[in-house]
């Protein structure tokens, strides 16, 4: 499945010549999907001891979370703009989880709120993004302060709490769902990915979202509602991040409101590793979930290698720029003509 | 809809003012606040209130060129540079007794032009979109900082505290910022600024009519980089020390403060005095909700309200100026 959708400005592409010597997008996408693979192996080289069910299980449960905070930002990147709106998301249903839980509400009643709340900060994404074509980065960040702040403001700080013991099951590398020996989080994570795929795929809002993010002004003439299909991508993405953070809260190490931070680089790095464009209209979540596999895999290596968290963030810009050289880079102006 | 109900007059006026001005008139708005809820504020207090918002300034002039340039350009990276600067300073420069001022000031500078070739090289020559190559080297330059210096310090030569000193009719800290800007206006009279804005509204028009797109740009990101070693050098300075962890805290607000200063985010509208404007701004908001009293928790979310009220205020203007 390949998107054959060109971005830029369609009177001028229609009118040049195709772009000469252009790399198949194929060849890249195979390089994409190629990298976990080989990650996998020179981690099982290095560290031994991944090569265990445990030890594939803990991989993926980090990657899960990872995973499912980045559908929101990989959606937001196809249609050209960015969220950053993601961490406090997280940090939301993370303390929303924990003290309300605390208090003795239903789990199902919280769940119900942090979807609310989700689908609140969402569609205020969508909609601001949507006005006087304002830029979704300060639209995101603004919304980020106002709901880290707005969650401080309702817990007065006191962001600590209970969780639930399933979810530090469900987070739990030896976990198992109906007798399958493989951890909630992982399921959850799968079952997002089916559903995400096939929306990207199969369906007429699919369709649009591509649409939307080559070329915002033919996609209006094609009847797609820019508003509609922003509101909803926003939306979506508030929703998994939601999720990240729930099961975020299964992890030892208590509530925060901050805990999403570092959530806010790392989605944007999967994004970007899975060689989705950040100039919109191409691209798809699969990418990410490569990009996901393997930053997750990186830093268990680099853990594994016992190199410092400041290193570590070093050598993850410079694992980016490698892989970006190699598959992502821009073309020249001279061959955008 | 609304362009329909708005007065002519209003559409003239929204297109015959330069593109900062409201930020300008909305920092007005916010000095008459701030000076109605601080009674130390215009006998002095503004001069301190300058000075800690310097680095958030020189930072937002720091990312002008580069929004400027287009192509999706920006730089993440600015502040872990300026991070990077202060600790080059506070960890390599004076445990070694090099803290002479015109040295510091020239490694500083240095530094922040290297931080800014790196960049140069990796969107211009290398091509990689500008926010993966400054989200990497945000990564990089930030890390690299915190591993040279782990822990804040807190000496500095003699000569540094020149930066923070409010005892002068202006504070010091100003002539920096118009020194910086003073260059950029010398740069304005040159054929770079018109190429510059060319390249950053359409830089397929500006290739054809022979304008060197990669020099162009890369010269572009080189300002930024030596811009943020200035910044980097006013930061040490008010924190009156280094803090590897400082510096990158600056990157999301600089770009808030460039696009409430009116510059396009897509490149080719704007210059330097918005984007010092709209850091002001931003500042000035952040002042003023501290001096309410209110708690942390309701300052945050009042910012992130705030800012976004202010950028809709913003796109509504935008959106009248180019109403036809």
Known sequence: MSTTITHGDPSLAAASPPPPKRRTARASSVLVYLSPVAMFVVLTLTTPGVLSTTGVMSLLVLASVLGLAAVGQTWAVMIGGIDLSIPATIGMANVLVTTLYAEGWGFPRIVLLVVVVSLAIGTANGLLSSLFGLHPLVVTLGMASLVTGSVLVATDGNTGGDVPGFITDAVSPVGSVWGIGVPAAVILWLATLAVVLLVERRTVFGRRLYALGSNERAARLALVRPVVVRVVVYSVGALCASAAGVLLAGFSGGASVSIGDPYLFSTITAVVVGGTSLLGGAGTYARTVAGVLVTTMFTTLLVGLEIGPNMQQVMLGVAILLLITVYGRDRHVAQRL | ?324
Request: glycine share 10%; no cysteine; proline share 4%.
């Open chain 2, 1 to 324: 809809m609304s362009a329909t109900v708005a007065t002519p007059l209003l559409q003239t006026v929204a297109r015959k003012v330069p593109y900062f001005v409201p930020a300008l008139v909305a920092v007005a708005v916010m000095l008459l606040l701030t000076a109605s809820e601080s009674e130390t504020f215009l006998s002095g207090g503004w001069k301190l209130v300058l000075v800690y918002a310097s680095p958030l300034v020189l930072l937002a002039m720091a990312q002008a060129p580069v929004v400027l340039s287009g192509g999706g350009g920006l730089d993440l990276s600015v502040g872990p540079t300026a991070g990077l600067v202060s600790v080059v300073i506070a960890a390599v420069l004076i445990p070694r007794d090099l803290s002479v001022a015109w040295l510091v000031i020239v490694v500083a500078l240095l530094t922040g032009a290297a931080a800014g070739a790196v960049n140069a090289t990796l969107v211009t020559l290398v091509r990689i979109p500008p926010i993966i190559a400054t989200l990497a080297t945000y990564l990089v330059f930030a890390g690299l900082a915190t591993q040279v210096l782990g822990a804040p310090t807190g000496f500095l030569p003699e000569w540094m505290s020149w930066f923070t000193s409010v005892d002068g009719v202006l504070p010091n800290v100003l002539y920096v910022i118009l020194g910086v800007g003073l260059v950029w206006l010398l740069l304005t009279r040159t054929a770079y600024w018109r190429n510059l804005l060319m390249v950053g509204s359409n830089d397929r028009a500006a290739y054809t009519a022979g304008v060197n797109v990669t020099a162009v740009r890369f010269l572009a990101y080189l300002l930024t980089g030596v811009m943020a070693g200035v910044a980097g050098l006013v930061l040490t300075a008010v924190l009156g020390g280094a803090d590897a962890t400082v510096g990158p805290t600056y990157t999301l607000q600089a770009i808030a403060a460039v696009a409430l200063g009116g510059l396009s985010l897509a490149g080719g509208r704007g210059g330097l005095f918005g984007a010092a404007v709209g850091a002001v701004l931003l500042f000035l908001i952040q002042n003023y909700l501290t001096l309410t009293e209110a708690s942390s928790f309701e300052l945050q979310m009042a910012y992130g309200v705030v800012l976004i009220v202010a950028i809709v205020a913003n796109g509504a203007w935008d959106r009248k100026r180019k109403a036809r």
